[in-house]
C-alpha cells in the first residue's frame, strides 16, 4: 500500500494522519530507500523510547547506524521525520469505526467486531497513540491533521448509527453525529487510558483486553438501545 496515498472511509478519502507538505520525494535508487527506511525505523524507536521533544536527530541516526549528514538528505528536521514514521504506520492505526450492518448481519457482533478491531490496533501501536497525543499539544499542523482525522472517522460512524435508526435498531430520537461523538469519544479515552497510560482496576491490575471490549460495546449497545439491551 501506498502510505502516502489517503485511506478511504465508505468511500470518501480520510484524511492522512500527518501533512504531506512534510514529505520529499522518495528516494530513486535501492540503497537511498534502505536509509531513508532505518532512518524511519530509528525514528519510531527513538520517538517512542525519548518522547518528542526529548529526542534529537542524533539520537536517529545512532540507532540508524548511519552518518548525521546523511539525515538530511531525506529529512529536513524532526517534523519531517515523524510525518514519515506516522504515515508508514497509518494503515495499521486506522480507526476502523462502524462499519456498515448488512440486511443478514446481527447489530450487536458488527460493532463488537469494530470495537475489537479499534482496540486491537490502539494496542499495537499504544507508543505511537501516546506520542501522537503530545505532539498534538505542541504542533499546531499535527494537531489540526489529527483534529481532521478523528472528525472522518466520527462521520462514518455517525451514519453507521443512521442507518441503524432507518432499520429500527437504534434509537431514533438520539441525534446521530452528537451520539457518534460522544461514543467514539468514550472509546478513544479508555483505549487511551488502558494502553498509554497503562491505568489498572482497583485491584491493581491491568484492564482485561476482553472485558474493555465487552464493556465498551455493551455501552455503544445500551447508548442507541439496541433490541434485547435496553
Same mark, same amino acid.
Given at each position: 500500500?501506498?502510505? @502516502?496515498?489517503?485511506?478511504? &472511509?465508505?468511500?470518501?478519502?480520510?484524511? $492522512? #494522519?500527518?501533512?504531506?507538505?512534510?514529505?520529499?520525494?522518495?528516494?530513486?535508487?535501492?540503497?537511498?530507500?534502505?536509509?531513508?527506511? !532505518?532512518?524511519?525505523? +530509528?525514528?519510531?524507536?527513538?520517538?517512542?523510547?525519548?518522547?518528542?521533544? /526529548?529526542?534529537?536527530?542524533?539520537? &536517529?541516526?545512532?540507532?540508524?547506524?548511519? *552518518?548525521?549528514?546523511?539525515?538530511? @538528505?531525506?529529512?529536513?528536521?524532526?517534523?519531517?521525520?515523524? +510525518?514519515?514514521?506516522?504515515?508508514?504506520?497509518?494503515?495499521?492505526? #486506522?480507526?476502523?469505526?462502524?462499519?456498515?450492518?448488512?440486511?443478514?448481519?446481527? =447489530?450487536? !457482533?458488527?460493532?463488537? *467486531?469494530?470495537?475489537?478491531?479499534?482496540?486491537?490496533?490502539?494496542?499495537?501501536? !499504544?507508543?505511537? #497513540?501516546?506520542?501522537?497525543?503530545?505532539? !498534538?499539544?505542541?504542533? =499546531?499542523?499535527?494537531?489540526?491533521?489529527?483534529?481532521?482525522?478523528?472528525?472522518?472517522? &466520527?462521520?462514518?460512524?455517525?451514519?453507521? &448509527?443512521?442507518?441503524?435508526?432507518?432499520?429500527?435498531? +437504534?434509537?431514533?430520537?438520539?441525534? $446521530?453525529?452528537?451520539?457518534?461523538? *460522544?461514543?467514539?469519544?468514550?472509546?478513544?479515552? #479508555?483505549?487511551?487510558?488502558?494502553?498509554?497510560?497503562?491505568?489498572?482496576?482497583?485491584?491493581?491490575?491491568?484492564?482485561?483486553?476482553?472485558?474493555?471490549?465487552?464493556?465498551?460495546?455493551?455501552?455503544?449497545?445500551?447508548?442507541?438501545?439496541? $433490541? /434485547?439491551?435496553?
Amino acid at each position: 500500500m501506498d502510505t @502516502t496515498a489517503p485511506e478511504e &472511509i465508505d468511500g470518501d478519502e480520510a484524511p $492522512p #494522519m500527518a501533512p504531506l507538505s512534510h514529505l520529499r520525494e522518495p528516494p530513486t535508487t535501492k540503497r537511498g530507500a534502505r536509509t531513508r527506511a !532505518a532512518l524511519v525505523k +530509528a525514528a519510531r524507536k527513538v520517538f517512542e523510547r525519548d518522547g518528542y521533544l /526529548d529526542t534529537r536527530l542524533t539520537d &536517529i541516526t545512532k540507532e540508524a547506524q548511519c *552518518a548525521a549528514g546523511s539525515f538530511y @538528505t531525506y529529512f529536513a528536521n524532526k517534523e519531517e521525520v515523524l +510525518a514519515a514514521v506516522l504515515l508508514e504506520a497509518q494503515e495499521d492505526m #486506522m480507526h476502523p469505526g462502524m462499519r456498515r450492518v448488512q440486511g443478514s448481519d446481527d =447489530p450487536y !457482533a458488527v460493532l463488537e *467486531a469494530s470495537n475489537r478491531a479499534y482496540l486491537e490496533a490502539y494496542k499495537r501501536n !499504544a507508543k505511537l #497513540m501516546g506520542l501522537l497525543e503530545q505532539v !498534538a499539544q505542541v504542533e =499546531p499542523e499535527f494537531r489540526e491533521f489529527r483534529s481532521r482525522r478523528a472528525d472522518a472517522f &466520527i462521520r462514518r460512524n455517525a451514519r453507521g &448509527i443512521a442507518d441503524l435508526q432507518a432499520r429500527g435498531v +437504534a434509537d431514533r430520537e438520539v441525534d $446521530p453525529m452528537m451520539a457518534s461523538r *460522544a461514543l467514539s469519544g468514550m472509546v478513544s479515552v #479508555m483505549a487511551y487510558n488502558a494502553f498509554v497510560l497503562g491505568e489498572r482496576q482497583e485491584e491493581g491490575t491491568p484492564a482485561d483486553f476482553e472485558e474493555l471490549v465487552s464493556t465498551v460495546t455493551r455501552l455503544w449497545a445500551n447508548a442507541l438501545r439496541f $433490541p /434485547d439491551h435496553r
